[in-house]
């Protein structure tokens, strides 16, 4: 029975000893990769490819050595698992988790018989965002709510991003919006808002470009999907 007790908690000391050491690898590459490349890295933990890390970024998702002197930026599949995109899935987590932070601060054109609901980065002027938003109200027929969130491709010392805080901060955002993608002047308006944090998040998640279309699951259609073709990507979801 001693020896069994002492067994159990040398097992306990080792488990605690190795997770204090990962901690401490995980903050000296975390600390390395900012420093050396000048990313903000959000997250670090074991990938799924033995000796190597993964580091979410305000550029992406990355892969590391484990000594953070090797950076990989890639796909990982999953041979035995058919293929799985491993890479992919950690990212529809990452989308699915972070939009929900972001549910009051969407600009939302609801459904009236509601059957999915999208997010979708967008610009106000993309041309593809534009022709997005002009068959608004057939998405809606389909019963698909969309969700916008801001994407200003030009960033945030552009005009495209103070006209986008314009309209989130109009007193009809959904009014704003479609006149801002119609070639409309929106009025100038401030206040407090998520652009700027929805442009970094954008960034994390792979968004390169407008418009991207963040699925329920968590993936992500880069580009102009027509209504009727995007409602049959989600019924096959």
């Known amino acids: 029975m001693k020896f069994w007790s002492k067994a159990s908690l040398f097992l306990a000391l080792f488990f605690s000893f190795s997770a204090l050491a990962a901690e401490d690898n995980y903050a000296a590459v975390k600390s390395k990769i900012e420093n050396s490349i000048g990313f903000t890295v959000s997250s670090v933990a074991d990938s799924p490819v033995p000796g ?28 035995d698992a058919g293929m799985r995109n491993e890479t992919e899935a950690t990212l529809s987590t990452m989308r699915k988790d972070g939009i929900s932070e972001f549910t009051d601060s969407t600009i939302e054109f609801k459904a009236d018989k509601e059957r999915y609901v999208v997010n979708i980065f967008t610009d106000i002027t993309c041309g593809y965002c534009r022709k997005l938003h002009n068959e608004i109200a057939e998405y809606n027929k389909n019963g698909i709510t969309v969700r916008y969130l801001a994407f200003p491709r030009g960033g945030l010392v552009s005009q495209s991003y103070k006209d986008m805080v314009s309209v989130w901060c109009s007193a009809d955002q959904q009014e704003a919006m479609t006149t801002a993608k119609g070639g409309g002047q929106v009025e100038d308006s401030s206040c407090e808002n998520k652009v700027a944090q929805q442009y970094k998040f954008g960034q994390a998640i792979g968004v390169s470009g407008t418009p991207n279309i963040v699925l329920p699951n968590g993936t992500m259609v880069p580009g102009y999907q027509p209504p009727r073709e995007l409602l049959n990507t989600l019924k096959n979801i």
């Open 52 to 79: 190597l890390l993964q580091i979410g970024t305000n550029q992406g998702l990355f892969y590391t050595s484990q000594d953070g002197k090797y950076l990989i930026h890639g796909r990982v599949f999953n041979v």
